[in-house]
């Protein structure tokens, strides 16, 4: 199954307790709870490039399936990852504590990150 394209954020579960958690200020929660960000992915083969628009801000990522890679995090902070396909359409990563999971259900993607007990959840369509 092939990710690519570009996908806007529909809805969102537990965003500002999970920010909270992740060392995001309270200023930045605030101002990025209600923003529709816009993912626009492009996957060739094994390599996925990402690009995430939140309103002004901006994260690229690259990462080549099954390799060491080096990510933003919505913090800004950069750190060291390997992203694994599950079945055909689920990504995989673990970084900082957190579990990061990525599944593409037709027009529809949808990101779990799970940090302790805290569950965010982000679902997106294909525009």
Do not use: W
Request: include cysteine; glycine fraction near 10%.
């Amino acid at each position: 199954m092939n990710f690519s394209g570009k996908y806007q954020l529909q809805s969102q579960e537990n965003f500002e307790v999970f920010m909270k958690a992740v060392g995001l200020p309270d200023e930045l929660i605030q101002k990025g709870k209600d923003i529709k960000g816009v993912s626009e992915i492009v996957q060739n083969g094994k390599h996925f490039k990402l690009i995430i628009t939140t309103g002004s801000k901006v994260i690229q990522n690259e990462f080549t399936l099954g390799e060491e890679c080096e990510l933003e995090t919505m913090t800004g902070e950069k750190v060291k990852a390997v992203v694994q396909m599950e079945g055909d359409n689920k990504l995989v990563t673990t970084f900082k504590g957190i579990k990061s999971m990525t599944e593409l259900n037709g027009d529809m993607i949808t990101n779990t990150m799970i940090l302790g007990d805290i569950v965010f959840k982000r679902i997106s369509k294909r525009i």
